[in-house]
């Protein structure tokens, strides 16, 4: 019989309900993960629990939210007794330039995107310390790598994920915690597919690959970050994009 990789975690993944999300937790549960998948769409959130099975749980919760953290915590400690990975995965994008974003946008990309991240490693920390160490894998953005025109506020939380996980890897190395980051390419989910036909063409002109990415591709890098097949890792940045940082036009 195959070695399932997370055989006895508990596996936390934000905007769990579909896309990058979705497929890790299929992928994590796979794996033997007990799986608690976190979104504010309640619907799409509850049916993915629903499919996995008894070993996977739905949580409503808003990652920009200080209280929603502190009673999914609660929660899964008390069901499970331990929490051993989390994804923060959920994530939101806007179109807008220098000359034409909204404040309102603004605020709500930076809510989600970079202090829902920093909530979720914070709230972890001391449960993952009392478990005896754990591995926190964010999801930033190739966009974070290297500035992407008409991805202004999109394009900083990405920046910013990226550098709070070097600053979280480096403190909570001690505790055995492990902190490491994806930048995904561009990769087929619903929020991609909101581009239009010819931003599209023009995106996958632009990848070396001539493909956009599976959902299921993030999900197998994660898996490997949250395994012990990784656990000499931590503070690593990993471009999953179909080379197209290789790319400089």
């Known amino acids: ?38 979104d504010v769409d309640d619907g799409l959130g509850g049916a993915l629990a629903d499919a996995l099975g008894p070993h996977a749980t739905y949580v409503h ?55 829902g991240v920093m909530l979720g490693m914070r709230a972890v920390a001391a449960p993952m310390r009392r478990a005896g160490g754990g591995s926190i894998v964010n999801i930033a953005s190739a966009a974070g790598v290297r500035g992407e025109p008409e991805l202004l506020a999109y394009t900083g939380t990405k920046f910013a994920v990226r550098g709070m996980t070097q600053v979280a890897a480096s403190e909570l190395a001690q505790d055995d915690i492990r902190v490491n980051v994806i930048n995904p390419g561009v990769i087929d989910t619903p929020m991609h597919q909101q581009n239009s036909a010819e931003r599209q063409e023009w995106l996958v002109e632009r990848i070396p690959l001539k493909r956009f990415g599976r959902p299921e591709e993030i999900a197998r890098t994660a898996l490997f970050l949250a395994s012990d097949d990784a656990s000499y890792i931590t503070g690593a940045d990993i471009s999953v994009d179909g080379g197209i940082l290789l790319n400089r036009r």
Request: net charge negative.
């Open 61 to 115: 919760h808003d990652v920009a939210v200080e209280a929603d953290w502190a009673a999914l915590i609660e929660r899964v400690e008390a069901e499970h007794g331990h929490i051993d990975v989390l994804v923060n995965n959920a994530g939101i994008s806007r179109e807008n330039s220098v000359d034409d974003f909204s404040a309102d946008h603004f605020d709500l990309m930076v809510g989600v995107n970079q202090l």
């Open 1 to 38: 019989m195959a070695r399932r990789r997370l055989a006895g975690k508990v596996a936390i993944i934000t905007g769990g309900g579909r896309g990058m999300g979705a497929a890790t937790a299929r992928l994590f549960a796979e794996e033997g993960a007990s799986v608690v998948v976190t």
